[in-house]
């Protein structure tokens, strides 16, 4: 159980465009998800907070014109990097919160997205 | 943005050895959970710890959450190969948002 995927796994796009990213909760049902970034040997930093229904909420410094997030669903929410340069380039993570286990502060994680910029 | 301090930063040791780390803040935290992430792979959730005091196992893993909040522990008992990897702390401490910071990363690699 509590199952989180990502696509695509690695995508890499040419500096200007626009990518998309979706993260699914496969066997439950998540009102708050969230998106990290990590870049190579280093932690995990909080980008937003997506909930159901609502406007994410952005972490201090992060962009929310450029990483644009949108959770349409209980069990979907997509971060789109528009206009991409080549210092996104990076390693998206998200995770997700079970709605139905109450205030449980455990998340659970997707298997990233590697970005590459060129 | 705020991290926890990770202790120590990345260890070798033998299999079958223990291993223990640590994550401490300069804040009250009101949860604390262990993650272990493999390369290029999401973190993946090892113990999580709601009570000041609490000690919680997971099979050879046992965790504790420091009495002052401020501080969490994670023992590795008998250490094998595939428990090469980095260990993530992370921690909440503002009701209702669910927002966790994460610690800096302790890197672990079992020599066969």
């Known amino acids: 159980g509590a199952v989180v995927s990502q696509h695509p796994s690695w995508v890499i796009c040419k500096s200007g465009t626009s990518v998309k990213i979706e993260c699914r909760s496969l066997?439950?049902?998540?009102?708050?998800m969230f998106w990290y970034r990590q870049f190579p040997k280093q932690s995990l930093m909080l980008m937003a907070t997506s909930n159901e229904g609502s406007k994410a909420t952005y972490e201090q410094g992060v962009e929310k014109d450029k990483f644009l997030i949108n959770h349409a669903s209980l069990t979907l929410s997509t971060l789109t990097v528009t206009s991409a340069h080549p210092e996104d380039s990076s390693f998206y993570i998200c995770s997700a919160r079970d709605f139905h286990r109450g205030n449980t502060y455990e998340q659970y994680f997707g298997p990233g997205t590697r970005l590459t910029v060129t | 943005g705020q991290q926890l301090n990770q202790s120590p930063q990345s260890m070798f040791i033998q299999e079958g050895e223990d291993v223990s780390m640590n994550c401490t803040s300069s804040?009250?935290?009101?949860?604390w959970l262990w993650y272990k992430q493999d390369p290029g792979e999401g973190p993946v959730l090892l113990i999580a710890l709601y009570k000041a005091g609490e000690l919680t196992s997971n099979g050879r893993l046992t965790a504790q959450f420091g009495i002052t909040r401020k501080d969490s522990f994670l023992n590795i008992s008998a250490s094998i190969p595939s428990d090469v990897g980095i260990y993530f702390c992370?921690?909440?401490?503002?009701?209702?948002?669910?927002?966790?910071?994460f610690g800096t990363g302790t890197r672990l690699k079992v020599l066969a």
């Open positions: 066997d439950f049902q998540a009102t708050t």
């Open positions: 992370a921690g909440t401490y503002t009701s209702g948002t669910y927002k966790y910071i």
């Open positions: 804040s009250i935290f009101n949860t």
